[in-house]
Antibody, heavy 124, light 107 residues
């Protein structure tokens, strides 16, 4: 059974930093592109970033490019999102999500498994 | 960026009725359209991929259709647990984008 478990969320001041982690199990982690998708309180879903299975290719939404960095450690089956220069509008539940297809780059993902999400609140 | 417009924003129906949810793309996405269901306080769940293929474990009352710019999610006979929020997503063009969601409520 695929399991994705996010951690690292919390309250941070504007301009601050936070690193999210997503521990994966139940599948061959290195074979699948992974993504982060966020949902602001009471709002819809927004794709944030994706990374290929090898970690060699990454993609970012314009809203986070230059501030967020996605990475993965395939030896630890863990996905990361380093978030810097945080803004109030980054407040959201952040989900990690798995692509259903092996060998993709993450450029055109869909999401067949999701974690439970971790809440990031940016406020002074 | 491709904009997905879901309609209606809210759909009021009764259990046992048929639900038809629409997702319209601002330009063609071929068949690269996905539907998700989200229950309160939970992560989204994949329902339909590539416009018309049910994901593993999804009941047969859920079906998807369409291609190009117009897509439909149909729930043939509503169960009480179906009254939640549904999102469409396109994976045809970068960046991947979601519709704003349709909330299905009990009439």
């Amino acid at each position: 059974e695929v399991q994705l478990l996010e951690s690292g969320g919390g309250l941070v001041q504007p301009g601050g930093s936070l690193r999210l982690s997503c521990a994966a199990s139940g599948f061959t982690f290195s074979s699948y592109a992974m993504s982060w998708v966020r949902q602001a309180p009471g709002k819809g879903l927004e794709w944030v970033s994706s990374i290929s299975g090898s970690g060699g290719t990454t993609y970012y939404a314009d809203s986070v490019k230059g501030r967020f960095t996605i990475s993965r450690d395939n030896s630890k089956n863990t996905l990361y999102l380093q978030m810097n220069s945080l803004r109030a509008e980054d407040t959201a539940v952040y989900y990690c999500a798995k692509d259903p297809n092996t060998g993709t780059t993450g450029r055109n993902p869909s999401f067949d498994s999701w974690g439970q999400g971790t809440l990031v609140t940016v406020s002074s | 960026e491709i904009v997905l417009t879901q309609s209606p924003a809210t759909l009021s129906l009764s259990p046992g009725e048929r639900a038809t949810l629409s997702c319209r793309a601002s330009q063609s996405v071929s068949s690269y359209l996905v539907w998700y269901q989200q229950k309160p306080g939970q992560a989204p769940r994949l329902l339909i991929y590539d416009a018309s293929n049910r994901a593993t474990g999804i009941p047969a009352r859920f079906s998807g259709s369409g291609s190009g710019t117009d897509f439909t999610l149909t729930i043939s006979s509503l169960e009480p647990e179906d009254f939640v929020v549904y999102y469409c997503q396109q994976r045809s063009n970068w960046p991947p984008t979601f519709g704003q969601g349709t909330r299905l409520e009990i009439k």
